[in-house]
């Protein structure tokens, strides 16, 4: 699995310092041949000190037996409706 992670400043509507932190991450899985698996994306919904990690979108890869791309399925959300698919096969 490989993990990204990004950090963007916040600044209040009035002006002044950032006071906190909107983190974003990012893992990616892989199948045997080193092909994605899976890549899931994550949104912090708590704080800087106290992140909350919420998985907001995710992406399905499947592959034939000669590792052709043949299925790719894009969901969203705690309960993962389908947002896309594209089956290639």
């Known amino acids: 699995m490989t993990r990204i992670q990004d950090g963007t400043f916040v600044v209040p509507p009035s002006g002044g310092s950032p006071t ?4 974003k991450q990012v893992d990616f ?4 041949r080193d092909q994605f698996a899976t890549i899931q ?3 912090n ?4 000190t106290a ?3 919420t998985a907001i979108a995710k992406s399905s ?4 037996a000669a590792g052709r791309l043949i299925d790719l399925n894009h969901t969203e959300g705690s309960s ?3 947002l896309d698919r ?4």
């Open 41 to 43: 994306r994550y949104q």
């Open 51 to 53: 992140p909350i990690m």
């Open 86 to 89: 594209f089956q290639l096969s």
């Open 29 to 32: 899985t892989y199948n045997k």
């Open 80 to 82: 993962w409706p389908t």
């Open 61 to 64: 890869f499947h592959y034939d």
């Open 20 to 23: 906190d932190t909107i983190s």
């Open 45 to 48: 919904t708590g704080t800087a």
